[in-house]
């Protein structure tokens, strides 16, 4: 297993829009291990494939205290969103930030397992956070888009300062 670079806002391939996964093989499994590694090691509780540079409908959540419940999604489709919840997200693509976004309650998704098995998954609270905000990432969004324009452009010139004054 490896552990992947994250792409740091505002890098622009975040703003890619991911295709979706063909095949369920061997690479793809080594590519969910790697992913696991690197969300574990952050350490975060989800990751999008988006965030690791590449650019397929492949995400995966951990929300487990004890760290060992990891969930793949793989072609996740929204099937019904319902109610409303606020909640002080994060992203380890722009770290440090954390900041409230007003998100569905629940919602059903529809995806692919890493067998390859298609499973429907009723989401309520962080769960249906945080596969709102990973989806967000397959669709070449960042959370940060949901805040104003002036907390955007702070923590844009925020993390670029950060990423100029980081050692090579
Ligand atoms: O997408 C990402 O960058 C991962 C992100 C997921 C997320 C967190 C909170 C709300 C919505 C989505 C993170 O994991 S940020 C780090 C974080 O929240 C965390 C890290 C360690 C322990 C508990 C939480
Ligand atoms: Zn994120």
Redesign the pocket.
């Known amino acids: 297993m490896a552990i992947l670079d ?1 792409l740091n806002y505002p890098d622009p391939r975040l703003h890619t829009v991911a295709k979706p996964v063909k095949e369920v093989d061997a690479s793809l499994r080594r590519l969910i291990d790697d992913m696991a590694e690197t ?1 574990y090691a ?7 494939a988006t ?1 690791v540079n590449h650019h397929i409908q492949l995400l995966i959540i951990d929300i487990s205290e004890t760290k060992d419940q990891l969930q793949v999604f793989i072609n996740p489709r929204i099937l019904e969103k319902d109610g409303e919840q606020v ?8 770290p440090g930030i954390y900041d409230s ?1 007003t998100r569905a309650e629940k919602v059903v998704v529809e995806a692919m397992n890493e067998k390859g098995e298609t499973f429907k998954l009723e989401a309520h609270g ?1 769960l249906s ?2 596969i709102q ?2 989806m967000d ?1 397959l669709l070449g969004k960042v ?1 940060v888009e949901y805040l104003s324009p002036l907390k955007r452009t702070r923590i844009k010139n925020k993390m670029l300062k950060q990423q100029r004054n980081r050692p090579m």
């Open positions: 994250i969300m952050a350490p975060g509780i989800g990751l999008a965030q909640y002080e997200e994060g992203c380890l693509s722009v976004v962080l956070v945080c905000h990973e990432h959370f």
